[in-house]
């Protein structure tokens, strides 16, 4: 079984770590491969199994893979794969559900409460000097802030979501959620499921923890985002594309939210011109929340899994 990787660089592990996948298989590895169909397509040529990141594979690239058998993504969302072109050619398209919950949730709250809190702000202010030059014992150069008793709203109520809203729960917050399905809701409250609207109307904190599809790119447009309190926080910590991005650029200029706390964009690494780029209001991290050592190390011992489980002849976490 031929096996390559596309962008083994995004996940930054040493030769060896591949080591348990190449018992599987002739492993080819590639640091990093540009969005072009030609050289996808040159690269994959000959493969059984092609592990992508970020590198899409579209209806056109598959279409030139006859031999192609299996495409497993090395993450848990899997817009980069065009699942319907491959399901007609007989391929499967698995992913890694679950490896990052931790992570993302841990990342997410990193986002809130520095917004919340101001950590990197007065980390600044007290290496510039400000504190020693202060006759007060304690100064802040901006409201802090408490999310005991705000309204926390979460888009999409899958494992990330859900212990999301635990998370903040136990913080005191009361909690909001979207589901399409609405199954599985907590044993803890205050909580209640919500429409989309209701939930950016009222949230303090509206967090995205849903997959991007066709039907929600750019869902948060400039009609919702209208729709929040001038004082609230809009995260995303799912995928840059659920946002209008030059919506959302106009709001945080005009100051409603109050900010942004964003992990991903939707290009990705950013472009120099991205409308969000440089604003005051909007803190931007560069994809990381996904990426512990831990939570990598899991995705790699799951992807071998999900080989496994395909060479002999029952595929797990097949998503089309």
Same mark, same amino acid.
């Given at each position: 079984?031929?096996?390559?990787?596309?962008?083994a660089?995004?996940l930054?592990?040493?030769?060896s770590a591949?080591?348990?996948?190449?018992?599987?298989g002739?492993?080819v590895?590639?640091?990093?491969?540009?969005?072009?169909?030609?050289?996808? $397509?040159?690269?994959?040529? #000959? %493969?059984? +199994?092609v592990?992508?990141?970020?590198?899409?594979?579209? *209806?056109? !690239?598959? /279409?030139?893979?006859?031999?192609?058998?299996?495409v497993s993504?090395?993450?848990t969302?899997h817009?980069?794969?065009?699942?319907?072109?491959?399901?007609?050619?007989?391929?499967?398209?698995?992913?890694?559900?679950?490896?990052?919950t931790?992570?993302v949730?841990?990342?997410t709250?990193?986002?809130?409460?520095e917004?919340q809190?101001?950590v990197?702000?007065?980390d600044?202010?007290?290496r510039?000097?400000?504190?020693?030059?202060?006759?007060k014992?304690?100064?802040?150069k901006?409201?802090?802030?408490?999310?005991?008793?705000?309204?926390v709203?979460?888009?999409?109520?899958?494992?990330?979501?859900?212990?999301?809203?635990e $998370?903040?729960?136990?913080? #005191? %917050?009361? +909690?909001?959620?979207?589901?399409r399905?609405?199954?599985? *809701?907590? !044993?803890? /409250?205050?909580f209640?499921?919500?429409?989309?609207?209701?939930?950016?109307?009222?949230a303090?904190?509206?967090?995205?923890?849903?997959p991007?599809?066709?039907?929600?790119?750019?869902?948060?447009?400039?009609?919702?985002?209208?729709?929040m309190?001038?004082?609230?926080?809009?995260v995303?910590t799912?995928?840059?594309?659920?946002?209008d991005?030059?919506?959302?650029?106009?709001?945080?200029?005009a100051?409603?939210?109050?900010?942004?706390?964003?992990?991903?964009?939707?290009?990705e690494?950013?472009?120099?011109d991205?409308?969000?780029?440089?604003?005051p209001?909007?803190?931007i991290?560069?994809?990381?929340?996904?990426a512990?050592?831990?939570?990598?190390?899991?995705l790699?011992?799951s992807?071998?899994?999900?080989?496994?489980?395909? *060479?002999?002849?029952?595929?797990?976490?097949?998503?089309?």
């Amino acid at each position: 079984m031929k096996i390559v990787v596309l962008d083994a660089a995004t996940l930054d592990f040493p030769d060896s770590a591949w080591d348990g996948l190449r018992k599987l298989g002739d492993v080819v590895l590639h640091a990093l491969t540009p969005s072009d169909n030609a050289v996808i $397509v040159e690269r994959c040529a #000959g %493969a059984d +199994v092609v592990l992508t990141n970020k590198v899409p594979l579209n *209806a056109a !690239a598959l /279409g030139e893979l006859p031999g192609l058998r299996l495409v497993s993504v090395l993450a848990t969302g899997h817009n980069i794969v065009d699942g319907k072109a491959a399901r007609a050619r007989g391929v499967p398209v698995c992913n890694v559900p679950g490896y990052s919950t931790t992570a993302v949730v841990q990342h997410t709250l990193a986002l809130i409460l520095e917004w919340q809190n101001q950590v990197a702000l007065h980390d600044a202010a007290v290496r510039a000097g400000e504190w020693v030059r202060s006759p007060k014992f304690a100064f802040w150069k901006t409201p802090l802030r408490e999310l005991a008793g705000d309204t926390v709203g979460i888009i999409g109520f899958g494992s990330i979501g859900a212990r999301v809203g635990e $998370v903040l729960h136990a913080l #005191g %917050a009361n +909690v909001l959620a979207h589901s399409r399905s609405r199954r599985g *809701a907590p !044993a803890w /409250g205050p909580f209640a499921w919500a429409e989309v609207e209701e939930i950016f109307e009222r949230a303090d904190v509206v967090t995205l923890h849903c997959p991007q599809t066709p039907e929600n790119a750019r869902f948060v447009n400039a009609a919702l985002l209208a729709r929040m309190k001038p004082t609230a926080l809009l995260v995303n910590t799912a995928r840059g594309g659920l946002i209008d991005e030059g919506a959302l650029a106009a709001a945080l200029r005009a100051g409603r939210p109050a900010a942004a706390a964003l992990d991903v964009v939707t290009d990705e690494p950013m472009r120099a011109d991205c409308p969000l780029l440089g604003l005051p209001n909007c803190i931007i991290t560069p994809h990381i929340a996904w990426a512990s050592e831990k939570a990598r190390s899991r995705l790699l011992e799951s992807t071998a899994a999900n080989l496994r489980a395909f *060479a002999a002849g029952t595929p797990q976490n097949v998503v089309n």
